[in-house]
């Protein structure tokens, strides 16, 4: 159960968060026209990912856990903001990019599966990150989809979320190692 000192930022953060587009819709500045509904989601996205944070690196039992917390909701986090605002493959309208949902969805379900323990993490973690360097390869062997700007940007950017999902799982992988003391 969340404290209301734990609470306070999942209400805050977004809230000053999303503050920043609306001034730059106030002061007309191009490439900024969100519609309420954007501002609602990002708010949702924003305090979801702290208050999933917060419930469970609560339950952490080390630091490294609570690192690799952090890491893969911010990774799950920025995948979906990326993807949605501008696409990962060609644009955002690319049906290609619904497989990155797919990887999101991977995550959320090998968690729930591995019931948030460090070893069952680990391996969801990895197979989060497989399934993140395999959509670009089923993307350009089936579809064939526009990969502006570029295959190689599109492989490159892909191989970034595919690292940090492979950290997040060493990270959880080294919160289930009993410590080691060497002499």
Do not use: C, H
Not at 34 to 39: K, L, M, R, T, V
Not at 75 to 104: H, K
């Amino acid at each position: 159960m969340m404290n209301n000192k734990r609470l306070l930022p999942v209400f805050i953060v977004p809230s000053v968060l999303v503050m920043i587009p609306a001034v730059a819709m106030m002061m007309k500045v191009e490439g900024w026209a969100w519609s309420p509904a954007d501002f609602v989601v990002s708010w949702v996205i924003i305090g979801g990912a702290i208050a999933a944070f917060q419930i469970v690196s609560s339950q952490a039992p080390n630091g490294a856990y609570r690192q690799a917390v952090g890491l893969a909701v911010t990774t799950g986090v920025v995948l979906l903001w990326i993807n949605g605002a501008v696409g990962l493959i060609g644009s955002e309208d690319n049906p290609a990019n619904l497989m990155y949902a797919g990887v999101l969805v991977i995550g959320l379900l090998g968690s729930a599966f591995a019931r948030l323990r460090s070893a069952g993490m680990a391996l969801a973690m990895l197979v989060t990150a497989i399934a993140q360097f395999l959509v670009p390869v089923i993307a350009v062997t089936i579809w064939r989809p526009d990969f502006s700007p570029g295959v190689v940007m599109v492989f490159g950017l892909n191989f970034v979320f595919v690292l940090l999902f492979a950290g997040a799982a060493l990270l959880f992988r080294r919160a289930g190692s009993p410590a080691r003391f060497d002499r």
